[in-house]
């Protein structure tokens, strides 16, 4: 029976050849539709081309026909249910995109990627990539990362790299319907451009996906999205590649921001009720051009540049906060908001690799530089202020104020230039050592287009790493290492007047863990401790609400494990744990005129225990049956940890039945149990006001056929 993709062997063969994207001159492969991947190299977690067996480092590779084959479809879903303690923040206003791991939450701390190239977080939304079709793997590397992508990775990095260029003919398509008026269409195609006398020179990929629902919630529920992903390849000798690609987003999500608390809990009368005006608008357009060169003169070294630009055209229309009144019996509505967001990022990376000796032993080096310039204009109607309240079932939901539209506000320009280096020491046939380091200098420039006034400052960071690996078997791994990793106080390239001053946070992390596959590849498992501290958190100046000062330190320190086990003829077991316990260790801020302190309190949004289970069964002959749970801890919306989010059980099943060695037909059912629970949520005085609630039970149905 087929586990993958009709095409999928095809697909695997033709992407092994294709050298050309490998990292330091080592050809990578693609990632296996099961296990752990530990010996598949990786983009993330170093530059050198490194195997997670090889990287002092805690790493997932997460195939993209993983995601698939569990009815993945967002980048969120496959992270969250197969990544190692990593959970999403889901919400509207930071793009459907902000997650949160190792104790640490947003896009500020959990830095996202998309082909190894960094996106710059505008006002804490980052919108692109969502959909998994287009997605031959997400790397997600846990901890520190400014060693290699500069600020704001001290949780982690999530690298989500795009299907490659192929020689070999490839032809997919996928049809999906389901509950709520869900809809689906996608196509995947590649291979060799040209006739046989050009041989392997020129390749295309070309993905396309669409999605369209009525939605659970309602009024103004429904979404739709559309998602083209396109790369030509040009090969004119064997050491020489050049590929082109452009990708297109664009998403009009949900207008969903929650469901207000009714004495602490979801009434069951009001679970598929939406409280937004009538007219709302939210839409998300992305645009990403990336021209990629790779030479690779010798086996020993290997130069790459990656040349791109990104722009990314945001819009909201909504009222956003909603509390239900016990005096009146009404939902109280405010954050009446009209947001448009207009951000290009334009840069180039370069590195180069080589490979020789140092001191007689076997080395590994690369270094390269990273430029960027990003410009960000913010229109809002921060300005206005109004709110009303409307019945808690049924009455007329209003229209948005036409009063209270958005004019400019500011607009940001940002420069920044880093130099980073890694560097590879083999000691011995089982030892080796492992060091990187990157020096960061961003310039902001902020216009108010209201009053005038302006700004500029330069922030620099550095982040650097030292780690060891020992193999007492050539598949085994004891590792350990130090990070010590940098974030913005906010989005960097969105910062405030009342934030410019102030120093970026710090962090470091030291981690221990060990890796390994037994019983012929069956096996595959990793453990890791770690502890992560981070200073120089924002508190507001006691007795002084309106003012913020840079005090306090955050820790957390946990265990993680992963695995993956083919433990009988037809049956295999994949799953991740993460414990951690996460607190302030020094933070006080002024509520109601006193000073509290939070010490010892949870971070908000962040969950001490996460775990994943897929267990899969070829239960017939061309039939195979997926069995998905996740565990999410309690969380608080409030630094004081009284506003409480429960925590929650999730079941997801999957059925698929190979009915032609080229097509599959498909169910899946999100959600068995119906469970109601909670992907974020509100507080206002340590009360929680509301909470956005995921999916219930839906079911859909997918046909699949390759040719």
Known sequence: MLLADPAAAQETVALDQLSVEGEAGVSLTRAAPVGLNLRTPDRTASRLGLTPLETPASLDIVSGETARLRGQNTIAEAVTQDA???????????????????????????QQLYDGTRFYVGANT????FDTWNVERIEVLRGPASVLYG????????????KKPVFVPINVARAVIGTDGVARLAFDSGGAIGQAEFGDTFAYRLNVSGNRADGWI??????????????????????????????????????YWGTPLVEGRIP?????????????????????TQFRTEWTPSADVTVRNTAYRLTSRRHWLDVEQYAFNRGTGLVDRSDYLEIYHSQEQVGNRFDAAFRGSLFGFRNDFLAGFDVNHIDFRHTNNFNFDT??????????????????????????????????????????DNLSVLAGVRFDAPTLHREDLRSGSQFERTYTSLGYRFGAVYNPTPDSALYAQYSFATDPVNSLITLSQSLANFKLATGDQVEIGAKGLAFDGALEWTVAGYRIVKDNLISAVPGQPTVSTQVGRQSSQGFELALGWRFAPGWRLDGNLALLHAQYDRFDQTVNGATVSFAGNQPIDVPERVANLWLTWDFLRDWTARVGLQNVGQVYSDFG??????????????????????????????????????????????????????????VEVAYTVAW
Request: net charge neutral; aromatic share 10%.
């Open 84 to 110: 190692t303690g990593i959970t999403t923040i889901a919400a509207p206003g930071n793009g459907n995109g902000a997650f949160t791991s190792r104790g640490f939450a947003g896009p500020n701390s959990i």
């Open 126 to 129: 980052v919108t692109f990539p």
């Open 151 to 162: 600020d704001g990775a001290i949780g982690g990095v999530i690298n989500v790299v795009p």
């Open 218 to 255: 309602h009024p103004v529920g429904d979404f739709r999205n559309l998602a083209v992903s396109a790369a030509l390849l040009f090969r004119p000798s064997p050491d020489l590649a050049f590929t082109v690609s452009h990708d297109l987003g664009y998403q009009e999500p949900a207008r």
């Open 268 to 288: 069951d009368l009001i679970r598929f009720r939406n409280y937004n005006v009538l007219d709302p608008k939210i839409t998300w357009a992305d645009n990403w």
């Open 387 to 428: 709110s009303d309240s409307v019945p808690l079932v049924g009455g007329y939901l209003g229209l948005f104020p036409q009063n209270g539209r958005a004019s400019p506000a500011y607009a940001t320009s940002t420069r920044q230039a880093s130099v980073f280096a890694e560097d590879r020491v083999i000691l011995a």
């Open 641 to 698: 940890n009284t506003a409480r989010r429960p925590a929650y059980n999730l079941v997801n099943v999957v059925l698929d039945h190979q009915v032609t060695v080229d097509s599959r037909l498909s169910l899946r059912v999100y959600n068995l149990f119906d469970k109601v629970y909670a992907i974020s949520g509100n507080a206002v005085n340590g009360v929680g006001t509301n909470w956005l609630l995921g999916r219930p039970l839906s």
